[in-house]
Structure formats: structure tokens, C-alpha cells
């Protein structure tokens, strides 16, 4: 036997040996009942928590503890449809109230009608007001929700750990769950942390979180992500906005099938992008469930800015 048949022989051994494996792994995960046993039990992601004072104090911002002018409820179209240069939301208006939910036919709530997203017989649509609401402010102070900015936040990074569910391919974060928060009372990661606890209070109720991330897309393969919280959430794809929960309300939710997104492509990789802010008392909730494989990215540098 020459050296290039030994060499042949020896990649033939290794491609069975690994057939096998993962032969022996599919029949194991059959055999526990778990056929997705293969997949990591976690994925852990790393994030940005950037701090801000309530708008009653000194150095406060005007849209934290804010009462937005319509009554708390979701507003929708607070941010453009599309991240700007720097991959951050761009201020759209005040926002929109939301009368009633636009719902796919599973009854899952969605974003209301894009140009970009598929929209299927028996979706509902749902209905907001046509004039802004006052959820926020001004186009200069949203910007500094995302973005570090002196005498105005503080932040650090942040990671959060989605556990597969037992038997299935879907990921969880569940503040009430996961062993940092669930004696916490709810998603409240800087506590006595950064600029403090919110004023005569033991909780950070003031807070944005933003969180990078990718994804490889497989068509007709049941890939969802859902956010259920409080209070503003919007979630991009390839930087075009696929859930919009903004506003100061109790926990709401919003999911995006990914085979809605018609511009996708079948095995190509693309970025989720999560931007979230906490805005008044009493409460802070937050939950992700996914059947995406979302992969670690570099997050954004901290710069810990403290006045």
C-alpha cells in the first residue's frame, strides 16, 4: 500500500467514525425521548446594561418614569423601520397607542403590516391611533437610550443564559426561572449597581439592555423568536424591525416566524439585534423563547461614564 492509499484508507476510517457517532447519538437522544438531545443544553450571550437616573432627579432623563401623555399602554412606531449607520433604532415619533393586537393564525401577536414580511390567510389585523401619543419624548433623547453618553448613563456588559427546553429545540430566558433573577422579584440586573437604585426605592428600575447576536436561517424549519416583557422591545433582522413593543405597559408579547421575513435566504447567516429599555416602577419582566441557534457575537465596548 502506497502512502496516498493509507492516506485515503485513513479519511474513509475517520468520515465512518463519525457517521457512527452520530449514529449512536440520534439513537441515544431516541432512546430518552429526546431528539434534540444533540444541541447545547445553554447558549449564553453577552449584552450591553446601560443605567439612567429617573427624570424627577438631578441629571435625570425625561424619558424614564415617564406617564406617557395617552396613558400607559403599548405605542407602537417609536423607531424607523430600519438601524441607522452605527446598527442603533432611529427615533420615529412619540409613538403610536395601540387599540388591539395584529395577530398571525397561530393567535401569536406580531408587528403590524410591513412591506417586508409575508403576511398569510388568517392573520388579523389589529389597529392603533393615528396621531402620537407621547410615549417618549424627543428624537435627541432617544438616541442616548443605546449609546453611552457622559453624565447621562453608565453601563457594562451583560450576559443572559437561554436553556433548551427538556425534549424540544426551544430556548428559554425566563426571569422567573433563571437562578440570578428569580429572587429578585423580576429582570433586574443592576441593582445597587451603576448610578444606584432608583429613588426611595431597592430596585434599578431605569435601565436599557441591547444584545447583538446571529443566526443561521433554514426555510420551513419553524424558526421563531418571542419576547414576552416590559416595557420597550424592538427586535431587527438584518437590521429591518420584525417585533415593536414599545411603550410603558405591563408585560406584553410579540413573536416573529422568521420564514415572514421574504428577503431572507435559505442557509445564510444574518443578525438579530435586541434593544429593550425599563422605564418606570413597578414592575420589570423578561423573557426570550427562540428556536433559533443564536450564536455569541462581539458586544459593544463599555466605557463606564459616570458624571
Not at 5 to 23: D, F, N, P, R
Not at 70 to 79: K, R
Not at 278 to 305: A, G
Request: contains cysteine; proline residues 3%; aromatic residues 10%.
Amino acid at each position: 500500500m502506497n502512502g496516498k492509499q493509507a492516506k485515503a484508507m485513513a479519511m474513509c476510517g475517520l468520515v465512518l467514525a463519525a457517521g457512527l457517532a452520530a449514529s449512536l447519538a440520534s439513537t441515544a437522544g431516541a432512546q430518552d425521548g429526546d431528539a434534540f438531545s444533540s444541541l447545547p443544553s445553554t447558549i449564553t450571550l453577552t449584552g450591553v446594561v446601560r443605567d439612567f437616573r429617573e427624570k424627577s432627579v438631578s441629571g435625570g432623563h425625561a424619558d424614564f418614569e415617564r406617564d406617557p401623555t395617552s396613558g400607559f399602554a403599548q405605542y407602537l412606531q417609536q423607531c424607523n423601520d430600519e438601524l441607522d449607520e452605527e446598527g442603533k433604532p432611529v427615533f420615529r415619533s412619540t409613538g403610536n397607542k395601540l387599540s388591539s393586537q395584529w395577530r398571525d393564525r397561530q393567535g401569536r401577536n406580531v408587528i403590524n403590516t410591513k412591506s417586508y414580511l409575508n403576511r398569510l390567510t388568517g392573520d388579523v389585523a389589529g389597529s392603533m391611533a393615528s396621531t402620537a401619543g407621547g410615549s417618549t419624548t424627543t428624537s435627541a433623547a432617544f438616541a442616548q437610550w443605546f449609546r453611552d453618553v457622559p453624565n447621562v448613563n453608565v453601563s457594562r456588559q451583560l450576559p443572559v443564559t437561554l436553556v433548551r427546553q427538556p425534549g424540544t429545540n426551544t430556548y428559554t430566558f425566563n426571569d422567573r426561572t433563571d437562578a440570578t433573577y428569580s429572587g429578585r422579584g423580576g429582570f433586574f440586573p443592576i441593582n445597587g449597581e451603576l448610578f444606584g437604585n432608583s429613588r426611595n426605592d431597592n430596585k434599578n428600575f431605569h435601565f436599557t439592555y441591547e444584545l447583538a447576536t446571529e443566526f443561521v436561517y433554514r426555510r420551513g424549519s419553524g424558526q421563531v423568536f418571542t419576547f414576552t416583557g416590559d416595557d420597550d422591545v424592538f427586535v431587527f433582522v438584518d437590521n429591518k424591525l420584525v417585533i415593536d413593543i414599545g411603550g410603558v405597559h405591563s408585560a406584553a408579547s410579540q413573536s416573529i416566524d422568521l420564514d415572514r421575513c421574504n428577503w431572507l435566504e435559505d442557509g445564510q447567516t444574518y443578525s438579530l439585534k435586541f434593544f429593550f429599555a425599563e422605564r418606570h416602577r413597578t414592575q420589570s419582566n423578561f423573557r426570550i423563547d427562540t428556536t433559533l441557534q443564536l450564536r455569541s457575537v462581539d458586544p459593544p465596548t463599555t466605557t463606564n461614564l459616570y458624571d
